[in-house]
């Protein structure tokens, strides 16, 4: 019986009742050791199981936390017979995941995905509880993996709970997921629980178990248990002890009575990272050359330190095993991890692991073990375990050998992974060890791009040009190596503000390491560095290139994301695209956010609102999931732009303050002139002309915090529109000239369609009318929208001129377009100024398509074009049983009843 514990257990049961009924989900318990964590797991397991549930475990251990998939593998193991029911490249990633097979190193995603799928296909016959205790210990790539899960459980008949101890800092710490923090029993239910486990107690002696206990109820049971024993209250209860300490005291002072054998396998046991029976005793057989029985475990289990299932061995609680652990003699904890290194002959991974724990100092050999088992963590999908056994390693092994050579290789991991700090600190450390004169180069140039006193100072960029042509000179993948880490600091040219001498400079470095007249990187590094004197060599460039051409998705990407950077949306699109395809494959969510912020942004400039819709939503959702918070925000705002084009003014508006607050707050000004390219679209949807003018100047304006020229000129067309209808003529010419002589510099497509979109705005009166009509036959082809506001303004220009029946033909043309681009606002200012001229006109018919989410939509269209489910859900990271959710919903909002009317369905054009 639990006491005190009636709410806790109510939300379990919450939990679990809604994980019946097909809306599954995730509860973290978090509270000190011994505060009833692993006990009402336990409760929440056995009442589900009882109700015919499936249930799961995991348990983390301290040993095990660098063993890459270790935990998951706990969890999965009694279900991976079913892996044959996945589908061929999600079995493939678990069971490269698990070492289980070998192939390409599967992305983490890939991995959760798969296991999503095997949880979501047992749920189809019973519900499933998954539980994981003392989750703190659960090793990273396992961590990451529960985290995509437990955020993918609300159509689920399965549910999550994960107990994690106060104060340790985990992967699931930024998950989002609910949580439960445990506090003491209060007063009355640790009074029950004493007067139970001891009635007949001592008066003083009960209220000073109380005192010190605070409320833990481990903390109850265990001192009771030790006065029974007649321990003596004055060992167990010494003053000012915290609570865990004093329980490692009451358990040790058990295991102390032992026979020398059975503290040997519990030292053992401790260590090992298994469990497992044969391995734990063979291992005591190393260790103290006797060979021990099954029997010289009774004692343990009879003091009830730990606890026989089967061939495994489980501690009662971790706070048996750290005691266990902690109370022996250094030697003799380096000794029990020697004897279990021997005993795992077999499993190298572990093995190295325990050589390293063993190992009392410098060991060149037992690193190189280590190194090994970085090279197997890349393979099963792990590179920051990989990191983690590089720098390991590389504390093992002597500077004059090799511990420069594998704290560069940690970095350079650690660097792709975006841990930059720690990158740069591990280069610090690799300075002064021994390098070899490639490696010494390499460790330079990474050092310089990590140096973000690069992006702006030439005497940097000059040093990092010199070591990168030496590098491309002394090593056959040198030049591609040094274009990588040019790479961030032509990000960091096109987010600063550096001067043209240090664009330059970076421009210059990549075009020499070229391997290409049309090389991916160099147009990649060269239109970000400097987009305004390199734009029209860029598009020029391009115009050579096919996404099929680019085997890489992330070089896609680069190119994509490139031209986006200058104003190319039209070049950008086909690349974007290919690389959202290919990103997906890989399952690089990391990346794919990106690509598909990225392509959120062309989509709304190219008029294909309904695609950046759903682009902007995934990418926010995938961004977030693989912990690239300010690639969501990017995506939020788009999402922000969308919603004021449909007239959705209050979640506009919402999502503009909330992100604009989240970027403030991380320091993340750079990307606030995408806050204001929002703002300023939201007032011009509103016809609000003069705050729409004020919001997008800013951006174009370099005392101001949102001062960024390159976003600022994706809202000029806004802006000058603003200025002309807000009154500020001088201001409406002025940045015009200016958009006018960027466009005829860049040769930029948006540019140009731009200024052609601005010109008839700022013209005066006699001459206006052929350069509205020159836009609208020639230049905008290619820019639906704008074309359509131009038609807007053309029209409304006519009818002020009361030539009203000239005036109906561009006006109802607006309109139209406005219908079809799912643009409510404009749409609606366009039947104002056609009724007015005297046109009747209708309301628009309510537009089926818009009661479905984003998500909604994107997986309608490709049940439509014939995937099946398990086919949608791999393409988007959702079991198959969330997309059967999804489409059970979308059928009645479009009006059907049947999968294969959706393909005979007006699902949009993009």
């Not at 049961?13 to 336990?42: C, P, W």
């Not at 101890?165 to 029950?192: I, N, Y």
């Not at 004493?194 to 109850?220: F, I, M, Q, S």
């Not at 997906?584 to 294909?608: D, N, P, T, V, Y």
Request: negative net charge.
């Amino acid at each position: 019986m639990l006491y005190g514990r009636d709410v806790e257990l109510q939300l379990l049961s919450d939990l679990t009742s809604r994980g019946l009924a097909g809306a599954g989900g995730a509860l973290v318990l978090r509270g000190e050791a011994g505060i009833g964590k692993t006990a009402l797991l336990g409760e929440a397991r056995d009442a589900a199981v009882e109700q015919g549930w499936r249930a799961l475990s995991a348990v983390g251990v301290q040993s095990e936390a660098s063993i890459p998939f270790a935990g998951l593998h706990q969890l999965l193991r009694p279900v991976l017979d079913r892996a044959s029911s996945l589908m061929a490249r999600q079995r493939q990633a678990l069971l490269a995941a698990f070492g289980m097979a070998e192939g390409v190193a599967p992305e983490m995603f890939s991995v959760g995905l798969a296991s999503l799928e095997l949880i979501s296909g047992l749920a189809e016959e019973s519900p499933v509880i998954v539980m994981i205790d003392d989750a703190q210990w659960v090793d990273r790539p396992s961590s990451e993996v529960l985290a995509f899960i437990a955020r993918r459980l609300d159509t689920e008949r399965a549910v999550m709970v994960l107990a994690v101890s106060e104060g340790h800092d985990t992967v699931l710490d930024d998950a989002g997921l609910p949580e439960l923090p445990l506090a003491g029993l209060d007063d009355d239910a640790a009074t029950a629980l004493l007067d139970a486990r001891a009635p007949d107690l001592d008066h003083a002696v009960r209220g000073r178990l109380l005192a010190e206990a605070a409320g833990n109820p481990l903390a109850l049971v265990e001192l009771v248990a030790a006065l029974s024993e007649d321990r003596g209250i004055s060992r167990t209860l010494m003053p000012w002890l915290p609570t865990t300490r004093r329980l490692e005291r009451t358990f040790l002072s058990r295991a102390s009575g032992l026979p020398e054998s059975a503290r040997t396998i519990l030292l053992i046991a401790a260590a090992d990272d298994e469990g497992d029976l044969a391995e734990i005793l063979r291992a005591a057989e190393f260790l103290d050359g006797t060979a021990p029985s099954v029997g010289s475990l009774e004692p343990a289990v009879m003091a009830g330190l730990i606890e026989l299932d089967g061939h495994e061995v489980r501690f009662r609680h971790s706070l048996v095993r750290s005691a266990i652990y902690q109370a022996a003699t250094p030697s003799r904890r380096l000794a029990a991890h020697a004897a279990l290194a021997r005993a795992l002959e077999n499993h190298q991974e572990r093995r190295a692991w325990h050589r390293a724990a063993a190992s009392p100092g410098p060991d060149d050999d037992v690193a190189l073990d280590l190194e090994a088992a970085a090279l197997m963590a890349l393979d099963r999908g792990a590179p920051r375990a990989a990191a983690e056994a590089l720098r390991r390693a590389a504390l093992l092994s002597d500077s004059n050998t090799n511990r420069g050579r594998l704290l560069l290789r940690s970095a350079e991991i650690n660097f792709d992974l975006g841990d930059a700090a720690v990158a740069r600190r591990q280069l610090a450390e690799a300075k002064s060890a021994k390098l070899e004169e490639g490696e010494r180069l390499r460790l330079t140039l990474w050092m310089e791009a990590l140096n973000e006193e690069s992006w702006f100072s030439p005497e940097r960029v000059r040093a990092f040009a010199d070591v990168a042509d030496q590098l491309a000179g002394a090593e056959s993948d040198g030049a591609a190596l040094a274009l990588r880490a040019l790479w961030p600091l032509s990000i960091g040219c096109w987010y600063g503000n550096p001067a043209q001498e240090t664009r330059d400079l970076v421009v210059k470095t990549a075009q020499r390491l070229q391997r290409s007249d049309s090389d991916p990187m160099v147009l990649s590094i060269a239109a970000c560095a400097d987009p305004v004197e390199e734009a029209a060599w860029v598009v020029g460039t391009m115009a050579e290139i096919v996404p099929e051409t680019v085997d890489d998705p992330a070089e896609q990407h680069a190119l994509g994301a490139s031209m986006t950077a200058i104003w190319a949306f039209d070049l950008s699109w086909p690349f974007l695209c290919a690389a959202v395809d290919g990103l997906r494959l890989q399952g690089r969510l990391g990346l794919l956010g990106e690509a598909l912020a990225s392509q959120a942004w062309a989509a709304i400039h190219l008029g294909k609102h309904r695609l950046a819709a759903t682009a902007a939503d995934e990418a926010s959702r995938l961004s977030r999931d693989a912990g690239r918070p300010r690639w969501a925000l990017v995506a939020d705002l788009a999402t922000a732009t969308l919603a004021s084009e449909r007239g959705d003014y209050e979640t506009a508006n919402e999502l503009i303050r909330a992100t604009e607050a989240e970027l403030l707050s991380v320091g993340a000004q750079s990307i606030l002139g995408f806050a204001q390219f929002a703002r300023g679209r939201y007032a011009m949807v509103n016809n609000l002309h003069s705050d729409a003018f004020e919001q997008l100047a800013r951006v174009l304006d370099p005392s101001d915090i949102a001062y960024h020229p390159f976003v600022g000129y994706l809202g000029i067309a806004d802006l000058i529109e603003a200025a002309a209808r807000a009154g500020h003529d001088d201001e409406a010419e002025r940045y015009f000239a200016q958009l006018d002589a960027l466009a005829e510099k860049t040769s930029a497509p948006y540019l140009k369609a731009m200024a052609a979109y601005a010109h008839p705005l700022v013209a005066p009166d006699d001459k206006a009318e052929p350069l509205y009509q020159r836009a609208l036959k020639t230049q905008l082809s290619s820019w639906p929208f704008h074309r359509a506001r131009l038609l807007l303004a053309y029209g409304r220009w006519l009818r002020r001129r009361r030539r009203l029946i000239e005036a109906r033909p561009p006006l109802r043309a607006a309109m139209e377009s406005f219908d079809a681009l799912g643009i409510r606002a404009f749409g609606e200012d366009a039947r104002v100024e056609l009724r007015a001229a005297g046109e009747a006109v209708a309301r628009p018919a309510p537009d089926t398509l818009d009661g479905l989410t984003p998500q909604e939509l994107q997986i309608a269209k490709l049940a439509a074009s014939g995937m099946t489910n398990r086919e949608i859900g791999m393409r988007l990271f959702l079991s198959h049983r969330t997309v059967g959710y999804h489409l059970h919903r979308i059928f009645p909002k479009l009006g059907i009843t049947s999968r294969g009317q959706l393909r005979l369905a007006d699902l949009g054009g993009d």
